[in-house]
């Protein structure tokens, strides 16, 4: 049985008028939440999935306030069993439901789960949100679930918000039995599990990509700063989890002494989709074009940063700069050898979620746009007059455009990884250096049409990749009044439309002042493009 879920549905007319019922139940004791659109709660959700069944079990582990309950209970042919360890159920018209039963019992408890084991094989789903949300509970219980054959499904709260929820639950599912429902669940992560291969949700097929990552120890390198020796690799590996569980194909390169950690963070179900490449980072060079390694560029950036000093961060060392354009490298070795045939590929960086988790929710929305050219976040606006004028640009680590992900096919994106290797010798040779990403301006300038853009800050890098979902006025003080003011029409219409797009399909809001401000550069900017 496959079930098509979508936003419509669960906001369909004939939804809601029993719904708006629940909404003045719950409200009655100050519970606002019911009253939230999905994506921001789960309420509309779980209420739907009860009208899937029919005269079936429903069981809901972790009460709380009854919310849950109360949304299981819409369709009244079915029997829901609410249980909690403690009491917090205070709307007398929730706990008197004619079909809801409450328990105070643990269900964790193994004398316990025993006694409602018939029950459990018996229900339909299960809805799981209890405390403390740091995933091993939800594991014991997925493996007891997997233990008594289950053939039922399971909808988790909290998949994504907590690191520990990520890291010792969702990651450890198998991804073929697991489905994120957060678009229309909660905003801080919905997922489902199921033991039933007849059972099946929607999902993006994003097979024919090709995702790179990887890390090196930069602590060990001659010019380590402070700053440097401050994210060790301990730090690091503890944030590689969620991209090292991607269930994409992946292609990591490491060097030798971190290969087994990183190897035994990998599920051992993603080994068909993973290909290690074990290298030293000195040993890197641009093949066909320069027969420097590294080791030899990082003493050339060195001179040129005492000859030119300009202000940078501490943290971005000659070896960090190297390290930002090691990408592009790995990513044309990738392309040529192409191991899992895929038509597109991808740069994630391999500490993702410091970013912020929402990228993880939206990483697979973004590849099933499949877009073909160089496609990356647009995140200030640096005009090309300043680009040209070199010895100013250098002077500040001007960086417009994000490179800790960006996207294209093989075509598209081997092509612009050869232009910023280009650009990054000749301006090394010139004297001038600081970041990969200062090399996406010139690179952009000189071939707009390989390029795709979408707009946000870092922590939206991949966050807004489709729509603007977080912080739209970003974008508009950022991208839209700079491009505009540097006489940019072209590109700040573009980035209007992107945005008054994601306002009017509800995906961001935006208050009054910011709304009128992208109407005015809209409009004004629409009005300048016909006089040209």
Same mark, same amino acid.
């Given at each position: 049985m496959h079930y098509n879920i979508t936003p419509e549905l669960i906001n369909s007319t004939s939804f809601d008028a029993k719904f708006s019922d629940f909404i003045k139940l719950s409200l009655a004791h100050n519970n606002t939440e019911f009253n939230d659109v999905p994506g921001k709660e789960h309420y509309r959700l779980l209420?739907?999935?009860?009208?899937?069944?029919?005269?079936?079990?429903?069981?809901?582990?972790?009460?709380?306030?009854?919310?849950?309950?109360?949304?299981?209970?819409?369709?009244?042919?079915?029997?829901?069993?609410?249980?909690?360890?403690?009491?917090?159920?205070?709307?007398?018209?929730?706990?008197?439901?004619?079909?809801v039963h409450f328990h105070i019992e643990n269900l964790f408890n193994a004398d316990v789960s025993k006694t409602w084991e018939e029950t459990i094989l018996r229900s339909a789903f299960i809805f799981l949100d209890i405390d403390q949300h740091n995933g091993i509970m939800e594991?014991?219980?997925?493996? +007891? !679930?997997?233990?008594?054959?289950?053939?039922?499904?399971?909808?988790? &709260? =909290?998949?994504?918000?907590?690191?520990?929820?990520?890291?010792?639950?969702?990651?450890?599912?198998?991804?073929?039995?697991?489905?994120?429902l957060t678009d229309i669940g909660h905003c801080s992560g919905t997922g489902l599990f199921t033991f039933n291969n007849e059972i099946s949700f929607n999902k993006h097929n994003n097979d024919n990509w090709t995702l790179v990552t990887a890390y090196f120890n930069l602590t060990k390198c001659p010019d380590a700063s402070d700053e440097i020796n401050k994210r060790d690799k301990n730090y690091y590996l503890q944030h590689s989890i969620s991209t090292l569980s991607l269930p994409y194909n992946l292609v990591i390169y490491c060097d030798s002494e971190s290969f087994d950690v990183i190897h035994s963070i990998r599920p051992? +179900? !993603?080994?068909?989709?993973?290909?290690?490449?074990?290298?030293?980072? &000195? =040993?890197?060079?641009?093949?066909?074009?320069?027969?420097?390694?590294?080791?030899?560029?990082?003493?050339?950036?060195?001179?040129?940063?005492?000859?030119?000093?300009?202000?940078?961060?501490?943290?971005?060392?000659?070896?960090?700069?190297?390290?930002?354009?090691s990408r592009y490298i790995m990513l044309k070795d990738t392309i040529e050898k192409n191991p899992f045939n895929s038509t597109h590929f991808s740069w994630i960086n391999f500490c993702i979620e410091r970013m912020g988790y929402q990228n993880l929710i939206r990483l697979d929305e973004a590849l099933s746009v499949k877009r073909d050219k160089f496609s990356t976040c647009y995140i200030d606006y640096i005009p090309e007059g300043l680009v040209k004028n070199t010895a100013e640009y250098f002077q500040w680590g001007r960086c417009g455009m994000c490179s800790g992900f960006f996207t294209g096919n093989a075509e598209y994106m081997y092509k612009v990884c050869d232009l910023i290797e280009n650009k990054f010798l000749e301006y090394l040779d010139q004297g001038y250096g600081h970041a990969d990403e200062q090399l996406y301006s010139p690179v952009y300038f000189e071939n707009p049409g390989l390029f795709e853009h979408y707009y946000g800050d870092y922590q939206q890098m991949i966050t807004n990749y489709t729509f603007i979902y977080d912080a739209p006025e970003q974008p508009i003080q950022n991208f839209i009044a700079r491009s505009y003011q540097n006489g940019n029409y072209?590109?700040?219409?573009?980035?209007?439309?992107?945005?008054?797009?994601?306002?009017?399909?509800?995906?961001?809001?935006?208050?009054?002042?910011?709304?009128?401000?992208?109407?005015?550069?809209?409009?004004?900017?629409?009005?300048?493009?016909?006089?040209l």
């Open positions: 209420s739907y999935i009860s009208t899937l069944f029919n005269n079936s079990i429903i069981i809901d582990i972790g009460t709380h306030r009854g919310n849950s309950a109360l949304a299981l209970s819409y369709n009244d042919t079915n029997t829901v069993h609410s249980f909690d360890i403690v009491d917090n159920v205070v709307n007398n018209k929730i706990r008197s439901l004619s079909n594991i014991d219980f997925y493996n +007891y !679930l997997k233990s008594i054959n289950y053939q039922g499904f399971v909808i988790c &709260d =909290d998949i994504w918000y907590f690191k520990e929820m990520r890291d010792n639950f969702w990651h450890k599912i198998p991804y073929e039995a697991r489905y994120d051992a +179900y !993603l080994n068909e989709k993973t290909k290690y490449i074990i290298c030293e980072f &000195d =040993d890197f060079v641009f093949k066909n074009k320069d027969p420097r390694t590294f080791k030899d560029y990082r003493d050339k950036i060195h001179e040129n940063r005492r000859e030119k000093p300009y202000n940078f961060d501490n943290r971005n060392t000659g070896s960090y700069y190297l390290f930002c354009m072209v590109k700040c219409y573009e980035a209007c439309k992107f945005v008054w797009k994601s306002y009017c399909l509800k995906k961001c809001t935006l208050n009054e002042q910011y709304l009128f401000s992208l109407y005015w550069y809209y409009m004004n900017c629409k009005k300048n493009l016909l006089e």
